[in-house]
């Protein structure tokens, strides 16, 4: 655990840092509130902070409100240290926002069991961030490929449609679905398919740019969004996803099989206002075309 210690005080500070280097902290130390104000905008800045009530530029109250008016930023646990000890003045410390109040001069382990609860604190706040992500991503995310799911793939095809009409830039898109994909699923069984489908996914998500995005958009179908891509690029990338999911068979529980892909390639052209539906509609009437016509092959909705 880093603490930030904010004391005016030699005395003070000695006695705070010589407990905490004994009990295996690491901390760094500023003297007045401006100094420890920027220490804690500082990335990964201490989340513990042990701090003097009077201070030579500011009081530790008014730093109190300021550090809870940041948004964004993991919680910072206060601990106001001070000679004041009128129970009003406790309550204004814990008012501007400290988490606890401690009066000088304190004794070793009184400051030893705040520290306890500071740190018992500090991991729930931890472990609440792992969850919150951990919830974002399940939230976000198709369970079986680990790629977006239906949901996040059209919110980032809405997103990046908006932006292509403002910046007059094109966007392409892919819709593409393995075939005779129940064929595999019956001859080789569902666990067999679902690995496929994984494997699959792997290998365009290794195809793409950081800024292109790719969703499990149905069963077997997936959506590949290519920001900033004409027509051309998109059909050639598209071919490279063909030849990506078709030239290596893949090995499912031992299985090897062999799958392809019909692709469907459609363009918003710059400033044509085009909508998600219609878009979507183009790419879909692409891929139906690529099936009729024989199937691992790609077809381009063609340039409007
Ligand atoms: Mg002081």
């Known amino acids: 655990m880093r603490a930030l210690i904010i004391e005016d005080s030699a005395v003070d500070r ?51 409100r300021k550090i809870r008016k940041i948004q964004g930023k993991p919680y910072t646990y206060i601990m106001l240290v001070t000679a004041r000890n009128q129970k009003r003045d406790m309550l204004r410390a814990m008012e501007a926002g400290a988490d606890d109040y401690l009066v000088k001069p304190f004794n070793k382990l009184e400051l030893k069991a705040r520290l306890i609860a500071a740190n018992r604190i500090l991991d729930l706040q931890e472990k609440l961030i792992e969850l919150g992500e951990s919830l974002r991503f399940a939230a976000t995310h198709d369970n079986l490929s680990g790629l977006w799911n239906r949901g996040q793939i059209l919110d980032f095809l809405a997103r ?7 910046d007059d830039k094109p966007l392409g ?25 994984q494997e699959v996914s792997k290998r365009m998500q290794g195809n793409i740019r ?10 077997e179908e997936f959506l590949v969004v290519f920001p900033g891509c004409e027509y051309k690029i998109a059909m050639r990338r598209a071919e ?13 529980l031992g299985e090897k099989v062999n799958v392809t892909a019909s692709l469907g390639v459609a363009i918003a052209e710059p400033g044509s206002d085009t909508s998600v539906e219609s878009l ?16 691992n092959r790609v077809e381009g909705s063609g340039k409007p």
């Open 280 to 295: 979507l509609q183009k790419a879909d009437q692409a891929m139906y075309a690529a099936k009729r016509k024989g199937r």
């Open 160 to 166: 990046e449609l908006v932006r292509a009409n403002r």
């Open 14 to 64: 000695r006695i705070v840092t010589k407990n905490l280097k004994e009990w295996g902290y690491k901390f760094s130390v500023t003297t007045n509130g401006k100094d420890g104000w920027e220490a804690l905008q500082a990335e990964n800045a201490p989340k513990l902070v042990i701090m003097d009530w009077m201070l030579p530029d500011t009081e530790g109250v008014e730093l109190c």
């Open 173 to 197: 898109i892919v819709l593409a679905d393995l075939d005779h994909f129940k064929k595999v699923n019956d001859t080789f069984g569902h666990l067999a398919g679902d690995a496929v489908l």
């Open 210 to 219: 950081a800024y292109d995005g790719v969703g499990r958009y149905g069963g």
């Open 240 to 252: 490279d996803l063909k030849r990506l999911v078709g030239e290596k068979p893949i090995m499912a």
